[in-house]
């Protein structure tokens, strides 16, 4: 028992160095629950299990094992909710309660599926959040949405989402739903009858999932102006970005591609 815990503090405090070396100088998360197996993974490749309180430091990828899920809160009131199989890394999270406007928020989501709500920074300056995936960069407007990895599906409960990437950006708004198969193709609204089973079930229990004390509620009005108009030549900063679904909502995928969702949402 001894030795087991003197390994996880080793482990910790390397990726706590590793943090401070690439210039973080404090945890941008906590993780409010974890189940089975969760680890986090240094830049330099350190890797330590997570358990509940732990902080996360900027840099850090969170992966989690075959069954297992974690639940990340954030001081804006933010969430996210890893499901099983899913790697997602902590960019670059600052945040100041005196002035939410200046924080920064920037998640890459690597591989899995995973549900985000958002806090007081997109709230404040919703340029300020971004979610980046290898399809398209993902924007908000103060809202609750889920993600799967394979080619990229939207949909959208509350609030308004934007995927940006080398074809343009287009904005989609609650109860659409939206798709895009690379970072090269516009992302486009999509009809709702072909979820692939293993995607709806990842986003079914990402939906389940008890949020953490002091997230953030849906802001009232989600309406979205202009919902599903592309608006031209990428904007800066458009990248990458994957399959993405709002709320307890679903991904909708078409042929090879939604079939590889739902391997890659289910399965490594």
Same mark, same amino acid.
């Given at each position: ?151 990229? /599906? @939207?949909?959208?409960?509350? &609030?308004?989402?934007? $995927?940006?990437?080398? +074809?343009? %950006?287009? =904005?989609?708004?609650? *109860? ?38 002091? /997230? @953030?509620?849906?802001?009232? &009005?989600?309406?979205? $102006?202009?919902?599903? +108009?592309? %608006?031209? =030549?990428?904007?800066? *900063? ?31």
């Amino acid at each position: 028992m001894l030795d087991a815990r003197l390994t996880r503090l080793l482990g910790w405090t390397l990726i706590a160095f590793s943090a401070a070396l690439s210039g973080v100088a404090h945890a941008a998360g906590t993780f409010d629950s974890v189940q089975g197996n969760v680890v986090m993974i240094s830049p330099s490749g350190n890797r330590v299990a997570a358990a509940q309180g732990e902080t996360i430091p900027n840099g850090t990828v969170v992966s989690t094992g075959d069954g297992a899920q974690a639940v990340l809160k954030f001081d804006d009131g933010g969430a996210v909710v890893l499901n099983q199989n899913t790697e997602f890394r902590l960019v670059d999270y600052r945040y100041d309660a005196a002035k939410p406007d200046t924080g920064r928020s920037v998640f890459d989501f690597l591989k899995g599926a995973a549900r985000f709500v958002t806090g007081l920074i997109a709230r404040a300056e919703p340029a300020n959040y971004k979610l980046r995936t290898k399809q398209m960069t993902i924007g908000v407007r103060g809202t609750d949405f889920s993600v799967a990895s394979g080619s990229l /599906t @939207l949909s959208v409960t509350h &609030g308004v989402v934007t $995927g940006t990437n080398a +074809a343009g %950006t287009v =904005a989609f708004g609650p *109860g659409q739903f939206g798709f895009a198969p690379n970072a090269g193709t516009l992302p486009t609204v999509i009809g709702a009858g072909q979820l692939p089973p293993g995607v709806a079930n990842a986003f079914a229990r990402l939906g389940a999932v008890p949020l953490p004390a002091g /997230t @953030l509620p849906p802001a009232p &009005g989600g309406a979205a $102006g202009g919902a599903g +108009a592309a %608006t031209g =030549a990428a904007a800066e *900063g458009g990248a990458s970005g994957t399959v993405l679904a709002i709320g307890a909502g679903a991904a909708l995928l078409t042929g090879a591609a939604a079939h590889h969702a739902d391997e890659t949402t289910t399965h490594h």
